[in-house]
């Protein structure tokens, strides 16, 4: 009876997800596939300790399978991963093995945090890492870790877009090396500062994107 | 009588092939500058921005008229210091070598009037060469690579300003770069009081400037103290009307030592042009 009640205990979380982190996966994939192209207004708000800059606004256009777009009038930086990578990842169904990692508590919801592990090693992501909220089916955590930039972790929030998994702000965290640049390509020649001590804050940094007014085709 | 004599001085700037020369030779590298960028500016900006590349995007128009003003304002403050040496040097040392200023001062005017009408035709002609270069840099790149947001490459970082924001920043940035080339002026008129040939003061206010950057590039701890009071350590202080936020203090700063520069150096001048034995 005993063995009974820990195995019920064990099994509770899983129990009240009611479904496995394939079945999750496969609804996703059926979300991400139901958008067939988008364009969205983007305020794009980074902080990064080497880039000073005022939050740019931008469009942002993406069409199925791999077309994405960010069109600005003035200078905006977006990470080089993240954004749309996850979409490419999960769409692609034979690419990868998911692997369930548990549950985690993530913006008052149990979420349901899976690794995606391509299945060649010849991709440009190495590993995924999604939390994913089974309810809503929307994922609310990212973390990629791909082979040229390191890991790029990303959190979302969703509005009304919620049905077609768009988010309405995403927000990056970002590794980034200490910035330098010799000072004869910079041309502060005269510039006696000296350089501070790097602190760990010099090299981490977010960018938000704040998402408004989608126009969604299916 | 000052505005005569003031004329007068004009009027020799004006007839000396060497004052076109610097202009002619001003809109020759900034037209090479812009016409080199058009064709493969991209690359350039590229292999600058590589190190933020590899994790982040840039994305929108980089280069565009304002960084290209802002890149020939950085390459020509470095050079013009020597076009206005050419002209200011020569304002008292070529007349004394020419034996035209013994004439001049035969005449019923003061030696400090003469000396002033000197100084400020060297300043006017200093501040039309910066204008010249600001008008070229800025219409001839907005008429080629149009407008957009100014991406600045520091050493530490980069600072992205917003089309809008610029316009006034430049406008600053020139007034303090004017203030930085009246240092040199001032300098080489005050070498050009001793000198009764025209390639000294040229020579000497070169000589200074190398001098003097060198020392304050130089990272030995005893020039610590002795940096922050070099006319050649404010010389690029035009570039920090560019940063975010703009350090309204140190640029006061910088704005003292050259106006204290050119006070004593003209001060100089005027008190060893008024001793001046002319013996040509």
């Given at each position: ?7 019920i ?20 994939q059926a ?22 800059m005022l939050?740019v606004s ?7 399978p ?11 930086i977006i990470?080089?991963q ?9 769409n ?7 692997v369930?990692?548990g ?7 149990l979420?349901q ?7 060649q090693?010849?991709?440009e992501v190495l ?12 994922v609310?955590k990212s ?17 009304t ?7 309405d702000?995403i ?22 500062a ?7 804050s010099d090299?981490k940094?977010s960018i938000?994107?704040y ?5 969604v085709?299916y | 009588m ?40 991209l ?12 994790n ?5 128009n980089?280069?565009n ?14 050079h ?6 050419f002209?200011?040097?020569d ?11 013994r ?5 019923p005017?003061?030696?400090a ?23 070229l ?17 520091n ?5 992205i ?12 940035a020139?007034?303090q ?5 009246l ?10 009081c ?12 070169m000589?200074?400037?190398i001098?003097?950057?060198?020392v ?9 103290y002795?940096?922050p ?13 560019f ?38």
């Amino acid at each position: 009876m005993k063995i009974l009640l820990y195995a019920i205990t064990l099994c509770i979380p899983f129990m009240s997800f009611g479904q496995s982190s394939d079945e999750v996966i496969t609804k996703l994939q059926a979300k991400f596939k139901k958008v067939k192209e988008y364009t969205v207004k983007a305020q794009i708000d980074t902080r990064l300790p080497f880039i000073k800059m005022l939050p740019v606004s931008a469009q942002i256009l993406y069409k199925q399978p791999d077309v994405f777009k960010v069109e600005s009038k003035g200078i905006a930086i977006i990470p080089r991963q993240g954004f749309d990578q996850i979409g490419k990842l999960i769409n692609n169904s034979g690419a990868f093995t998911v692997v369930p990692q548990g549950t985690a508590e993530l913006q008052g919801v149990l979420t349901q945090v899976v690794t995606l592990i391509p299945n060649q090693d010849t991709g440009e992501v190495l590993v995924g890492k999604l939390w994913i909220d089974p309810v809503k089916i929307v994922v609310l955590k990212s973390q990629l870790t791909t082979r040229s930039n390191g890991t790029v972790s990303a959190d979302f929030v969703y509005g009304t877009q919620a049905v077609n998994a768009l988010p309405d702000k995403i927000t990056f965290s970002i590794d980034t090396k200490k910035f330098k640049i010799p000072k004869a390509m910079t041309g502060d020649m005269n510039s006696s500062a000296r350089p501070k001590p790097e602190t760990p804050s010099d090299t981490k940094g977010s960018i938000t994107i704040y998402l408004s007014n989608y126009i969604v085709k299916y | 009588m000052w505005r005569n004599s003031l004329y007068n001085e004009l009027i020799k700037i004006t007839a000396r092939p060497r004052s076109f020369l610097g202009v002619a030779a001003i809109t020759l590298i900034i037209v090479l500058i812009q016409v080199a960028m058009k064709m493969d500016g991209l690359s350039y900006i590229q292999f600058i921005t590589a190190p933020i590349e590899q994790n982040l995007i840039i994305e929108g128009n980089i280069l565009n008229g304002n960084l290209m003003t802002f890149i020939i304002l950085q390459m020509l403050l470095i050079h013009i210091p020597l076009l206005v040496a050419f002209i200011t040097g020569d304002l008292i040392s070529g007349e004394a070598a020419m034996g035209t200023l013994r004439i001049l001062l035969t005449k019923p005017v003061s030696r400090a009037n003469i000396y002033w009408s000197k100084y400020l035709a060297g300043a006017l002609y200093t501040i039309l060469l910066l204008l010249w270069i600001a008008i070229l840099a800025w219409g001839g790149g907005h008429l080629l690579f149009g407008t957009g947001d100014l991406i600045i490459l520091n050493s530490d970082g980069i600072v992205i300003l917003q089309a809008h924001d610029i316009f006034w920043r430049l406008s600053a940035a020139l007034l303090q770069a004017t203030l930085a080339l009246l240092t040199i002026s001032t300098l080489s008129i005050f070498f050009s009081c001793f000198a009764d040939n025209s390639i000294g003061p040229i020579v000497s206010t070169m000589g200074v400037v190398i001098l003097f950057t060198l020392v304050g590039s130089l990272d030995v701890p005893i020039f610590t103290y002795i940096r922050p009071l070099l006319f050649t350590t404010h010389m690029a202080a035009w570039r920090l009307w560019f940063n975010d936020p703009v350090p309204y203090a140190d640029i006061a700063f910088s704005s003292v030592i050259l106006v204290l520069h050119i006070i004593i150096l003209a001060g100089l001048g005027l008190w060893k042009f008024n001793r001046k034995d002319i013996l040509s």
